[in-house]
Every structure is written in C-alpha cells, then in structure tokens.
Nanobody
Framework: QVQLVESGGGLVQPGGSLRLSCAVS????????MGWYRQAPGKQREMIAT???????YLADSVKGRFTISRDNAKNMMYLEMDNLKPEDTAVYYC?????????WGQGTQVTVSS
C-alpha cells in the first residue's frame, strides 16, 4: 500500500509559479513510476508528467518548457515545479504512483490560475 499526500496548490496570477509536493509513504526508489495528473472541470483526467526510478522523464506537450518534475529520494518526495502558469492550467492536480502493477492516487490539490 502506497499513500500519497499532495500539497502546494493555490491561487496564482497568469505568468506566476507554484511548486506542488507529493509526500510518499514508502521508499520512493522502490516505486517504478510516479507522475502528476490533472483534471479540469468537465474534462477527463490527463497525464502531464511522469518519471521512473531510473530518472526517465515524460512531459506532456501542453506543459513542456514550463513544468518540471523531480524527486528527492532521501526525503521520499516528488515535486512539480510550474512556471509561466496559464488560466488553462486550472485543475485539480493529483500525484500518482505505480507499484507492482497497482495505481495509487493522492487526494488532489487545487490549482487556480486567474487574475
């Protein structure tokens, strides 16, 4: 069982930055794949960034060049650094882990980009 707790969401103006954090309940190096997803109102949940425990990284085209995914293996934390935020980035952001074929999800954190 992997427990994930997100934090760091909030209200930010267009062009601003936020850093999301995901606290992981077990040794993060033992988890093959971790990532960030988001779900906007009325839309399906979409994958925006993933990283394997061998540091292979994927970023969706919609966030490439603006978002960065990273891990701190010593602290069992995962991060999503979001720069140059746009109103279309408004969504609930979820931390995800795939361990031994099982998907685990955090409770989500709201990010609102608005002036």
């Amino acid at each position: 069982q992997v427990q994930l707790v997100e934090s760091g969401g909030g209200l930010v103006q267009p062009g601003g930055s936020l850093r999301l954090s995901c606290a992981v309940s077990q040794r993060i190096l033992s988890i093959f794949l971790m990532g960030w997803y988001r779900q906007a109102p009325g839309k399906q949940r979409e994958m925006i960034a993933t990283q394997t425990n061998r540091d292979s990284t994927y970023l969706a085209d919609s966030v490439k060049g603006r978002f960065t995914i990273s891990r701190d293996n010593a602290k069992n934390m995962m991060y999503l650094e979001m720069d140059n935020l746009k109103p279309e980035d408004t969504a609930v952001y979820y931390c995800n882990a795939v361990s031994y074929g099982i998907n685990y999800w955090g409770q989500g954190t709201q990010v609102t980009v608005s002036s």
